[in-house]
């Protein structure tokens, strides 16, 4: 057998036994990038190869760092993003929501969809969003300066810095430039609640960004905020798209009632089939 391929099942073993969720999957991301390859080429790293660095790098894993801090990167959709500490990690949860915003800018009547991404972290929304429509513009609002730092370096690293504008800005009051005159907003906002801290792995708890998590004791305490901004962001007709945390899609669509001119609500699901994300879209003129 080949011997990286031996090592990377006792990886395997040892990463479950720390209770990492994704054992034989992280245990082949630390091998391909310690050796420099992808994780369908380990078969062919030579034995004389081995890079006994990988062991470090599973120690780190299995004392539950995330996978992409020692990595630094981090896979969205059909980006390879930098990422590390003070920056919140994006989730392939998140892809779903931002299919459906691309589905939706897509089929807009508008020549140059004007798009906010609020909270922008890494900034794997706002740059999937300028890649996948070529005409939109984004602006892309964090108000942490390292995680705005990580934000700026791989839109530059992107090639659509043209159409990207980073700011330094909190998501509930920001862009009054743009009140208004929004197409769609984005966001994958804080919603973990405080009081259900012990049950959230410690690769989040303890490495992600605190704003990036807590949202008062049922989570819901910024997207509350959010229908606001929405209000005061979106022209009428324009599209929102919140993400949210399993369970709470039963009261999110609350927050957004046709009275204050919210029209079409829909909660849509993520691979797990679980509630993952709101849509709303403000009543036309």
């Not at 909270?119 to 929304?125: K, V």
């Not at 429509?133 to 659509?160: F, M, Q, Y």
Request: net charge negative; proline share 6%; aromatic share 6%.
């Amino acid at each position: 057998m080949n011997l990286l391929l031996d090592e990377v099942a006792r990886a395997t073993l040892r990463l479950a036994e720390a209770g990492v969720a994704s054992p034989r999957t992280d245990a082949e991301e630390l091998a391909a990038f310690v050796h420099g390859v992808r994780r369908g080429g380990l078969h062919g790293v030579a034995d004389g190869d081995f890079d006994a660095r990988y062991w470090e790098c599973v120690a780190r894993r299995a004392a539950r760092e995330p996978l992409q801090h020692i990595t630094g990167r981090a896979f969205f959709r059909y980006l390879e993003l930098r990422v590390g500490p003070g920056v919140f990690v994006p989730r392939p949860e998140t892809e779903i929501m931002v299919s459906w915003a691309i589905d939706v800018l897509r089929a807009m009547d508008v020549a140059d969809p004007l798009v906010v991404d609020l909270g922008t972290g890494s900034g794997a929304i706002a740059i999937s969003i300028a890649q996948e429509v070529p005409r939109s513009r984004v602006h892309a609002v964090e108000l942490d300066d390292v995680a705005l730092a990580w934000a700026r370096r791989n839109i530059e690293d992107s090639g659509h810095a043209d159409r990207i504008t980073a700011h330094r800005a909190d998501m509930r009051d920001c862009l009054a430039e743009f009140a208004g005159r929004v197409d769609l907003l984005i966001t994958n906002p804080p919603y973990v609640p405080t009081d259900g801290a012990e049950q959230i792995p410690p690769e989040v708890r303890d490495y992600d960004p605190a704003p990036a998590l807590w949202s008062g004791a049922d989570g819901l305490d910024m997207i509350r905020t959010l229908e606001g901004v929405g209000r005061r962001l979106l022209r009428p007709g324009g599209y929102l798209g919140i993400e949210h945390g399993d369970g709470q899609g039963i009261d999110i669509p609350r927050l957004f009632p046709e009275e204050q001119g919210w029209r079409d609500v829909l909660n849509h699901k993520d691979l797990a089939r679980r509630d993952r994300f709101v849509v709303a879209r403000r009543a036309d003129d």
